[in-house]
């Protein structure tokens, strides 16, 4: 039994050694097999080990940075993945591609200042970019719709004192015109970008009501009926 025991300590410790033997090409082998597989987990671990040694060998390869941020990507490590893409952009590779899949990785990690950020830098190098057009309609019709809810909501308040304190009335009445002319931009804005934006006409609606811009109003409303 000692024998046996010795034997395979022997031949794990072999095992282990042939594994700190590895190259970074092995483990970029490792990864474009895993790849090709469609185990993009995997790949992902492989890719970041090969750049890892490389980095310590003074060596920087820029597909592989690529490379790496697509599969933590596919593999929903959106966080690492916005990490590898944002220095594929730095190294120049692939970079409106490497922007969209930065910004897109930033926006489903629930990162909102760094996809502000990222989408706001990418938008300008790329301004015809169907993606980024896309992720800026969203964005800029989510801050034209904080402004809309926030003077609902002061409206609201104000209602429920209208008769009993009139002067208060009227400043929070005039607080929620504030608030609505904040909205208006975006929301225009957002009707450049994609006017197939879903409740973007009624929310113009609202906002040129509020707004007392009656003419305006009906306009969008009766767009948002057809």
């Known amino acids: 039994m000692k024998r046996i025991f010795l034997l395979m300590l022997s031949v794990l410790s072999l095992s282990v050694m042939a594994q700190d033997n590895k190259t970074a090409d092995d483990y970029v082998a490792e990864g474009s097999e895993a790849y090709r597989s469609k ?39 959106f966080e690492k993945a916005s990490t590898y893409f944002e220095k594929s952009v730095e190294l120049g590779y692939k970079t409106e591609l490497s922007y969209v899949f930065a910004t897109n990785s930033y926006r489903k990690a629930n990162n909102d200042e760094k996809f502000a950020t990222s989408l706001t830098a990418a938008f300008e190098k790329y301004p015809k970019n169907k993606t980024l057009v896309m992720l800026m309609a969203t964005h800029q019709f989510k801050l034209g719709l904080n402004h809309y809810n926030k003077a609902s909501e002061i409206v609201a308040e104000a209602a429920k004192i209208n ?64």
Not at 60 to 68: F, Q, S
Not at 168 to 177: C, G, H, I, V
Not at 199 to 220: D, I, Q, R, T
């Open 39 to 77: 185990d993009y987990k995997s790949a992902f671990t492989a890719f970041e080990t090969a750049l890892q040694m490389k980095k310590q060998e003074g060596v920087t390869d820029t597909v592989l940075y690529y490379n790496t941020g697509y599969c933590a990507y596919k593999s929903n490590q």
């Open 163 to 226: 008769e009993t304190e009139p002067d208060r009335f009227k400043t929070l009445m005039s607080q929620a015109q504030g608030e609505y002319n904040l909205a208006l931009p975006y929301l225009l804005k957002t009707y450049d970008l994609n006017p197939k934006t879903k409740n973007l006409f009624e929310a113009l609606s609202g906002v040129y009501e509020g707004l007392n811009n009656k003419e305006e109003a009906a306009k969008w409303k009766a767009l948002a009926e057809k």
